[in-house]
């Protein structure tokens, strides 16, 4: 069983950058393909972003592409989430989790059931 904790989430102003974290220990985060969501109040948990194992293939929700950027460390058992020019709506707790086998992940990467590890989720406000 792999152990997800997120970081890096706070209060940024509209336009501004901020690095999300995602620390796993229990196993490495190498065989496990990963992804991002968030779930602002009132609303369903939506998907962010994915990256397959190696790193090779990332996946991105219409919403945030080409201002997110995915990716990973494997030696240091981390996902990272770059987020750049960031808008109020993108405002919600944001969850890493991860994917440990039962099904192909390249078939459903944004949906949530696909996944079956998640962390506690981490808090970014953006202001207007």
């Known amino acids: 069983q792999v152990q997800l904790v997120e970081s890096g989430g706070g209060l940024v102003q509209a336009g501004g950058s901020l690095r999300l974290s995602c620390a796993a220990s229990?196993?490495?985060?190498?065989?496990?393909?990963m992804g991002w969501f968030r779930q602002a109040p009132g609303k369903e948990r939506e998907f962010v972003a994915a990256?397959?194992?190696?790193?090779?293939?990332?996946y991105y929700a219409d919403s945030v592409k080409g201002r997110f950027t995915i990716s990973r460390d494997n030696a240091k058992n981390t996902v990272y989430l770059e987020m750049n020019s960031l808008k109020p709506g993108d405002t919600a707790l944001y969850y890493c989790?991860?994917?440990?086998?039962?099904?192909?992940?390249?078939?459903?990467?944004?949906?949530?059931?696909?996944?079956?590890?998640w962390g506690q989720g981490t808090q970014v406000t953006v202001s207007s």
């Open positions: 990256i397959s194992w190696r790193g090779a293939t990332t």
């Open positions: 229990g196993r490495t985060l190498s065989s496990y393909d």
């Open positions: 989790a991860a994917d440990s086998g039962g099904s192909n992940w390249f078939l459903r990467p944004r949906q949530r059931a696909t996944y079956d590890h």
